[in-house]
């Protein structure tokens, strides 16, 4: 059984950076490709971002590039997700997903999930 679990989230104020990781275990994590994805108060979980299993392609939400980097260790089974210049629309919860096919910015491609990460930012 493939598990995925988050951390690293928190309350931070606007304009500081975070670095989410996911921990994955039970699968082959260098054969799946990660993604983040959000879900905003209120709102539909949203893409931020995904990465193959070689960190050879990348693919980043509307809005998202720049801010936020994806990055994995397959010597660690981990996968991260670095946030800077945080702002408060950023608050949301953040979750972990893999995938064993290509990497992608829709849900339904991905089979495993995270529990999620709160990351609160504050004005």
């Known amino acids: 059984q493939v598990r995925l679990v988050e951390s690293g989230g928190g309350l931070v104020q606007a304009g500081g950076s975070l670095k989410l990781i996911c921990e994955v275990s039970g699968g082959t994590f260098s054969r799946y490709a990660m993604g983040w994805f959000r879900q905003a108060p209120g709102k539909e979980r949203e893409f931020v971002t995904s990465i193959g299993w070689n960190s050879g392609m990348r693919y980043y939400g509307d809005s998202m590039q720049g801010r936020f980097t994806i990055s994995r260790d397959n010597a660690k089974n981990t996968v991260y997700l670095q946030i800077d210049a945080l702002k408060v629309e950023d608050t949301a919860v953040y979750y972990c997903?893999?995938?064993?096919?290509?990497?992608?910015?829709?849900?339904?491609?991905?089979?495993?999930w995270g529990q999620g990460t709160q990351v609160t930012v504050s004005a």
């Open positions: 997903a893999g995938s064993r096919g290509a990497p992608s910015r829709y849900q339904r491609y991905f089979e495993f």
